[in-house]
């Protein structure tokens, strides 16, 4: 069965920089978008960013958009976010997406 496993979530502070990875398994990922999610506390869960099955195409939510930078690699089953200028609205759990799959999610702290 598809999994999804996140990691690469820990404390930084303001401005600091993480990279996160999400490592699928149980089936051929390259041809399906792959996208990261967030969920603040009292939140709702929003979107971050996306890539195309080639990893050609990317989108960003305008929050993230300079900052983080989403990549891709089909041979390793492996996509990542690097987030880069951290700010304390960028805590949150950060789930990695595949099309009606989901990740169990991966904290992300950003302490001023």
């Known amino acids: 069965q598809v999994q999804l496993v996140e990691s690469g979530g820990g404390l930084v502070q303001t401005g600091g920089s993480l990279r996160l990875s999400c490592l699928a398994s149980?089936?051929?990922?390259?041809?399906?978008?792959m996208a990261w999610f967030r969920q603040a506390p009292g939140k709702e869960r929003e979107f971050v960013s996306s890539?195309?099955?080639?990893?050609?195409?990317?989108s960003y939510a305008d929050s993230v958009k300079g900052r983080f930078t989403i990549s891709r690699d089909n041979a390793k089953n492996t996509v990542y976010l690097e987030m880069n200028s951290l700010k304390t609205e960028d805590t949150a759990v950060y789930y990695c997406?595949?099309?009606?799959?989901w990740g169990q999610g991966t904290q992300v702290t950003v302490s001023s």
């Open positions: 997406q595949l099309p009606g799959y």
């Open positions: 149980g089936g051929t990922f390259d041809s399906y978008f």
């Open positions: 890539v195309s099955p080639s990893g050609g195409v990317s």
